[in-house]
C-alpha cells in the first residue's frame, strides 16, 4: 500500500508565493508519474502540474509560467513552487503518484489527502 503525505498549503495574500510537498511511503517498486490536482468550490477537480519518471513535465495552462513541479527521486517526494498567486488559485490541492507494485505486478494509483492553499484579494 502506498502511503502519501502532503504539507505546505496556508494562507497567502495574492501575489505571493507557497510551496507544496507530497512524500510517498509503503510497499512499492517503482514511481512513475507524480502530480498535483486541484479542486476548487463549486468546480471539478483539475489537472494542475504533472512529472514523469524521465522529468518531463506537464502543466495545466492557468498555472504556466507560475507554478514549478520537481520531484525528487532520493525522497520519493514531488513538490509544487506556487508563484504569483491568484485568488481563483485558492483550491484544496491533491497528490497524485503511480507506478509499479511490483517488478512482475500490477500498478498502483495512490492519492493525499489533500492540503488547503486560501489566496486572498
Known amino acids: 500500500q502506498v502511503h502519501l503525505v502532503e504539507s505546505g498549503g496556508g494562507l497567502v495574500q495574492a501575489g505571493g508565493s507557497l510551496r507544496l510537498s507530497c512524500a510517498a511511503s509503503?510497499?512499492?517498486?517503482?514511481?512513475?508519474?507524480m502530480g498535483w490536482h486541484r479542486r476548487a468550490p463549486g468546480k471539478q477537480r483539475e489537472l494542475v502540474a504533472q512529472?514523469?519518471?524521465?522529468?518531463?513535465?506537464n502543466y495545466a495552462d492557468s498555472v504556466k509560467g507560475r507554478f514549478t513541479i520537481s520531484r525528487d527521486n532520493a525522497k520519493n517526494t514531488v513538490y509544487l513552487q506556487m508563484n504569483s498567486l491568484k485568488p481563483e488559485d485558492t483550491a484544496l490541492y491533491y497528490c497524485?503518484?503511480?507506478?509499479?507494485?511490483?517488478?512482475?505486478?500490477?500498478?498502483?494509483?495512490?492519492w493525499g489527502q489533500g492540503t488547503q492553499v486560501t489566496v486572498s484579494s
Open positions: 497524485n503518484v503511480n507506478g509499479r507494485v511490483s517488478l512482475l505486478g500490477g500498478r498502483y494509483d495512490a
Open positions: 509503503g510497499s512499492f517498486f517503482s514511481i512513475t508519474n
Open positions: 512529472i514523469g519518471s524521465g522529468d518531463g513535465t
